[in-house]
């Protein structure tokens, strides 16, 4: 796998490739499944959920 880094420029004009309405009919089931066979999403455990604390905001 390799990193790509595009400017800001860059970015602003990317095409948007995703299908809103497929997502949008999604199941919580669906979704969770997609996450877990994706290689690139980092899913916690519930082991690793006990670990995060509430960030305070000043």
């Known amino acids: 796998m390799s990193i790509k880094k595009y400017t800001q420029e860059e970015v602003k004009d990317l095409k948007d490739l995703t299908d809103y309405e497929r997502q949008k009919k999604m199941t919580e ?29 000043k």
Do not use: C, W
Request: negative net charge; charged residues 55%.
């Open 29 to 57: 089931e669906e979704i969770e499944e997609g996450a877990k066979t994706d290689p690139d999403a980092l899913t916690p455990t519930e082991e690793d959920l006990k670990k995060f604390r509430k960030v305070k905001r």
